[in-house]
């Protein structure tokens, strides 16, 4: 069983940036491709980024890509999502998760562990 805390929300003015962390438990963290989702109120959950096993193939979503830095440091169980140039309509609640799945993962439903979320809020 995996377990992951996200960390790092807050609170921040239009163009400032944030730091999202996600650690997890368990010892086959580098099995697993890792995906940011984030759910703004009244939306649906939407993925972010996604980072492959290795590290070394990134996905981004439109919206956020020249912006938003996807990283991973598997001899720490821990992802990190740097969000720069943050913007009003980045405000949601960020969340991590881990596919076992291998290639394109950016369905919702192909994701098999979940953390708690964090807060993102950008004021304009």
């Known amino acids: 069983q995996v377990q992951l805390v996200e960390s790092g929300g807050g609170f921040v003015q239009a163009g400032g940036s944030l730091r999202l962390s996600c650690a997890a438990s368990?010892?086959?963290?580098?099995?697993?491709?890792m995906g940011w989702f984030r759910q703004a109120p009244g939306k649906e959950r939407e993925i972010v980024a996604r980072?492959?096993?290795?590290?070394?193939?990134?996905f981004y979503a439109d919206s956020v890509k020249g912006r938003f830095t996807l990283s991973r440091d598997n001899a720490k169980n821990t992802v990190y999502l740097q969000l720069n140039s943050l913007k009003p309509e980045d405000t949601a609640i960020y969340y991590c998760a881990f596919s076992r799945t291998i290639g394109v993962v950016n369905a919702r439903n192909q994701y098999d562990y979940w953390g708690q979320g964090t807060q993102v809020t950008v004021s304009s």
């Open positions: 368990g010892s086959t963290f580098g099995s697993y491709t």
């Open positions: 980072i492959s096993r290795s590290g070394k193939t990134t």
